[in-house]
């Protein structure tokens, strides 16, 4: 069955660096889009950004843009979100989400991680 | 992107109807087809309800359906249960290749 396991949150600074990971399993990773998204504690959802099945594109949102990155490793069925500069507005839950269709990109996730809390505090 | 407009409360009697509008403008909801829905009970991660406005995936009963008209979405559950007593959100892919979700509707199911 598919599974998308995130790890890596934890209690950080702000200004400093934090690296999330989602490791999927039981379907073809490496034919799929995969997209990061937050919510802050007691708020709603927020896209944070999304790769494309081999990693050539890469859409952010404007909250994010130039501080986060995302990748990917096809050979490790591991998606990466590297989170630089970290404000207090940043921490949230954390979770990764599979897109719904093979190949593209349609902006929705029908899999989605139990999410990785993430609390930027001094 | 500002988020969608949706009602933050919605509120309905076992059996009945209710509608949750998501309201967005020609740069998302209006321009395409990629509104979706998504129920989360308190703790858990989101679930897939509609997809591409009106889509239902497998396993989600036929009693939640999605329609669109101009900038505004719209998700009706029908026949309500207490199960559905969740938040509800929609959300869109825009004109910047990036999605925006709406602020979230509380369904109490009196």
């Known amino acids: 069955q598919v599974q998308l396991v995130e790890s890596g949150g934890g209690v950080v600074q702000p200004g400093r660096s934090l690296r999330l990971s989602c490791a999927a399993s039981?379907?073809?990773?490496?034919?799929?889009?995969i997209h990061w998204v937050r919510q802050a504690p007691g708020k709603g959802l927020e896209w944070v950004a999304v790769?494309?099945?081999?990693?050539?594109?890469?859409y952010y949102a404007d909250s994010v843009k130039g501080r986060f990155t995302i990748s990917r490793d096809n050979s490790k069925n591991t998606l990466y979100l590297q989170m630089n500069s970290l404000r207090a507005e940043d921490a949230a839950v954390y979770y990764c989400?599979?897109?719904?269709?093979?190949?593209?990109?349609?902006?929705?996730?029908?899999?989605w991680g139990q999410g990785t809390l993430v609390t930027v505090s001094s | 992107q500002s988020a969608l407009t949706q009602p933050a409360s919605v509120s309905g009697s076992p059996g009945q109807s209710i509608t949750i509008s998501c309201t967005g403008t020609?740069?998302?909801?209006?321009?395409?087809?990629?509104v979706s829905w998504y129920q989360q009970h308190p703790g858990k991660a989101p679930k897939l309800m509609i997809y591409?406005?009106?889509n239902r995936p497998s396993g989600v009963s036929n009693r939640f359906s999605g329609s669109k008209s101009g900038n505004t979405a719209s998700l009706t559950i029908s026949g309500l249960q207490a199960e559905d007593e969740a938040d509800y959100y929609c959300?869109?892919?825009?004109?910047?290749?990036?999605?925006?979700f709406g602020g979230g509707a509380k369904l109490t199911v009196l």
């Open positions: 989400a599979r897109d719904g269709v093979q190949w593209l990109a349609n902006y929705y996730f029908d899999y």
């Open positions: 039981g379907f073809t990773f490496s034919s799929y889009s």
């Open positions: 790769i494309s099945y081999d990693g050539s594109s890469k």
């Open positions: 020609s740069s998302d909801v209006g321009g395409y087809n990629y």
């Open positions: 591409d406005v009106s």
């Open positions: 959300s869109s892919y825009t004109s910047t290749s990036t999605l925006v």
